[in-house]
């Protein structure tokens, strides 16, 4: 199978124009985008296979439960498929797991139908905190755990991707997103146990795969 399927092409820069968006959907793999170009992206691509992504909460996760079942709405009203939505990395570092386990539950609720992935920032997170995420990503309903923003120290390793798929088996998916530019980058991913993989280089990825 092309690694084609398994991409989300990412576009998640604060300038981002219209046209880079526009640009974007012409290269025919999934989007994920910011919540005010949902829609924007949303008909560029009616009638057409990829899918569209919002991310919630971004970049930070500090975000009330209620302001991110808000956002979450109104990408899925905008006609996004798929939520990433962010971790309250800080509730997890003081074991505030009613806190992290109410906003995932927020999103998932309201995203219906849609696909909802829970991002751990594993940089900023021991093993046993991965774990607990994880666990309570499955509790809520989640659909996928995903590595990374992006934004912090660092984003997929194979370690975090192996111990994601460890504790969730396979009952969600594993997302590895963060740092990842090449074809080699990819297949580590992959054999580490994720399904998903998020890349900003998505194009670049195709044609590094074309090339072998």
């Known amino acids: 199978m092309s690694i084609a399927a398994l991409i989300d092409h990412t576009l998640l820069a604060p300038d981002v124009t219209a046209q880079h968006i526009r640009t974007l959907c012409r290269e025919a793999v999934d989007h994920c985008v910011s919540p005010t170009r949902v829609r924007l992206a949303a008909d560029e691509l009616a009638g057409h296979a990829p899918r569209v992504c919002s991310v919630i909460g971004f970049p930070s996760g500090a975000h009330l439960s209620e302001i ?36 995932i539950s927020a999103v998932v609720d309201a995203a219906g139908m849609a696909i909802v992935k829970v991002i ?29 923003t992006g934004y912090s120290r660092h984003g997929a390793t194979a370690e975090a991707v192996s111990l994601m798929r460890r504790t969730v088996g396979d009952r969600l998916g594993v997302k590895a997103s963060g740092g990842i530019r090449t074809h080699n980058d990819v297949a580590t991913m992959l054999r580490a146990g994720a399904t998903r993989i998020g890349a900003s280089a998505g194009v670049a990825l195709l044609v590094d795969e074309e090339a072998l």
């Not at 962010?86 to 009613?98: C, E, R, S, T």
């Not at 900023?124 to 659909?143: F, N, V």
């Open 120 to 148: 751990l920032e594993v940089s900023e997170l021991t093993d046993e905190e991965i774990t607990r995420a994880c666990q309570a990503a499955e509790r809520c309903g989640a659909d996928f755990v995903k590595t990374s």
């Open 68 to 103: 991110r079942a808000a956002e979450t709405k109104a990408a899925v009203n905008d006609g996004a498929d798929e939520i990433d939505m962010v971790i309250n990395v800080g509730a997890v570092k003081d074991d505030d797991w009613d806190t992290v386990e109410s906003d």
